[in-house]
C-alpha cells in the first residue's frame, strides 16, 4: 500500500509522486476518464467546429493576401458563436469541477481505506458530497487569490530592474501554484473555514522545506511540459515541414483543421498531465500532516500496543 504520510524531502516529493502512479495509474487515469470522459468529450467536439472555422477563414485570407479582422467572425456569427460560448463557460465550469477535485478525493479516498482501487462510482459519489465546498473555494479564491496574484505580479514588474523583481517573477507561479493547491486540500479534506485553510496553506509553503516543495514542483512542472510539448509540436513541426517544402508556399485547405485537432490534444492532454502535479501537491499535503502531527508514527505504536495486548 502507499503510504501517504511520511515525512520526505525534495527528492521523496518527486519519487513518491513517480511511485503513486506506478502503482495506481490504471485505476486513477481509468476512473478519471469514466468521470470526466463525457463532458471532455462534448468541449472537445465544440472547441473543435469554433476553432476549424476560425482557423480556416484565417488560414484563407492569408492564402488570398487579404487581411482578416477577426470581429467579422463572430459578428456574421452572432447566435452561434453566443450559444457557443455559453455552452463552453457551462461545461467547462462541470469540467473544472471534476478535474480539480478529482485527485484531492483519489488521495482522500487511500487515507480513509487504505486500497488500492477504487470505482467511479465511489469517486463520484465522494465528489458530489464535497461538491458545496468545491464551488465555495472557487468563489472564494476570485476574490482572495486573485486579486493578490495580480498585486504581486504589478509589484514584482515595478521592481523588475533590480535583481529582487526578476526573483519574485520567477518565484510567482510556482508560489501563488502552491498556496493555492495546499489551500484547496487542507479546505477539502478538513472542517475548517477558507481563511484558516488559506493560512494553513501558507504555513506549508512557507515552512523549513519551502525549496524542497517549490522545487519539487518546478521538476514536475518542466517533466510535464516537456511531455506535452513533445506530443503537440513534433506533429506541429511536420505539417510545417510539409508546407513549406510543397513549392507553392499556399496553405492547405484543412491546415486550420489540423491546427484545431492539435490544439484540442493540448488541451486534452494539460487536463490529464495536470493531475501529476495535483499529486505531488498532495504528497506535499500528508508529508507536512505527518510532519506535524505525527500521524503514521502514533498509528504504527498504537499497532504495536494492539499486538502486545
Given amino acids: 500500500m502507499f503510504q501517504l504520510y511520511k515525512q520526505r524531502d525534495f527528492s521523496g516529493y518527486i519519487i513518491d509522486t513517480i511511485a503513486f502512479f506506478k502503482s495506481y495509474w490504471k485505476n486513477f487515469f481509468g476512473n478519471y476518464i469514466v468521470i470526466t470522459g463525457g463532458i471532455l468529450v462534448l468541449l ?9 472555422d476560425l482557423f480556416t ?13 477577426i470581429s467579422y467572425y463572430f459578428s456574421d456569427n452572432p447566435v452561434l458563436f453566443v450559444s457557443m460560448l455559453i455552452m ?22 487511500i487515507e480513509e481505506t487504505g486500497r488500492e482501487d477504487f470505482t467511479s462510482s465511489e469517486i463520484f459519489e465522494r465528489i458530489r458530497r464535497f461538491l458545496p465546498r468545491i464551488i465555495r473555494f472557487g468563489l472564494y479564491s476570485l476574490v482572495t487569490f486573485f486579486p493578490l496574484i495580480i498585486v504581486a505580479t504589478l509589484l514584482a514588474s515595478v521592481l523588475v530592474l533590480l535583481v529582487v523583481g526578476v526573483f519574485i517573477l520567477i518565484l510567482l507561479i510556482p508560489v501563488a501554484t502552491v498556496w493555492i493547491t495546499q489551500t484547496f486540500y487542507v479546505y477539502l479534506l478538513n472542517e475548517v473555514s477558507f481563511t484558516d485553510a488559506m493560512r494553513q496553506g501558507w504555513k506549508i509553503l512557507f515552512s523549513k522545506k519551502f525549496w524542497h516543495i517549490i522545487g519539487s514542483a518546478v521538476v514536475i512542472y518542466f517533466i510535464l511540459s516537456i511531455l506535452q510539448g513533445m506530443v503537440t509540436m513534433i506533429p506541429y513541426i511536420f505539417m510545417m515541414f510539409s508546407l513549406f517544402t510543397t513549392g507553392n508556399g499556399e496553405l492547405n485547405a484543412d491546415f486550420g483543421i ?41 498509528s504504527e505504536i498504537d499497532l504495536i500496543g494492539q499486538n502486545v495486548e
Fill in 44 to 52: 472537445c467536439v465544440i472547441y473543435f467546429f469554433v476553432f476549424r
Fill in 57 to 69: 477563414a484565417l488560414f484563407s485570407s492569408v492564402d488570398d493576401g487579404i487581411g482578416y479582422d
Fill in 88 to 109: 463552453m463557460i457551462v461545461l467547462s465550469i462541470l469540467f473544472s469541477i471534476f478535474a480539480v477535485s478529482y485527485p484531492v478525493v483519489y488521495l482522500g479516498l
Fill in 258 to 298: 489540423y491546427i484545431s485537432i492539435l490544439y484540442i490534444v493540448s488541451f486534452v492532454l494539460s487536463y490529464i498531465l495536470s493531475n501529476i502535479l495535483t499529486v505531488n501537491q498532495g504528497i506535499v499535503y500528508y508529508s507536512m500532516q505527518e510532519q506535524r502531527y505525527h500521524t503514521q508514527a502514533l
